[in-house]
């Protein structure tokens, strides 16, 4: 079955830096993008950053400059740094893929969650 997991989460001080993985199993992960998300205490959950199969990156405005995506094929695993935070950051973030037919395990996959919190 596919499985999405979020580490790397934790308290980090306004102006830090931290690094999310998300380790990816159960289908081909070098033919699919991936998602970051985001949701904060009492806000719906948003978009954070993609990236393709082909390694095409895209980025919400709040995060741009700031935060990069990145993956490595060979670890099924997808990466999200985050540098200069703030603690409007402060979110449980999440991994994202939807996988469309033909693929057997067609559908949309959520991890866990890693919760991210910047504060003095």
């Known amino acids: 079955q596919v499985q999405l997991v979020e580490s790397g989460g934790g308290l980090v001080q306004p102006g830090g830096s931290l690094r999310l993985s998300c380790a990816a199993s159960?289908?081909?992960?070098?033919?699919?993008?991936m998602s970051w998300y985001r949701q904060a205490p009492g806000k719906q959950r948003e978009w954070v950053a993609r990236i393709t199969s082909g390694g095409s990156t895209g980025y919400a405005d709040s995060v741009k400059d700031r935060f990069t995506i990145s993956r490595d094929n060979a670890k099924n695993t997808v990466y999200l740094q985050m540098n200069s935070l703030k603690p409007e950051d402060t979110a449980v973030y999440y991994c994202?893929?939807?996988?469309?037919?033909?693929?057997?395990?067609?559908?949309?996959?959520w991890g866990q969650g890693t919760q991210v919190t910047v504060a003095s």
């Open positions: 159960g289908f081909t992960f070098s033919n699919y993008a």
């Open positions: 994202h893929t939807s996988l469309p037919p033909p693929t057997s395990v067609w559908g949309v996959y």
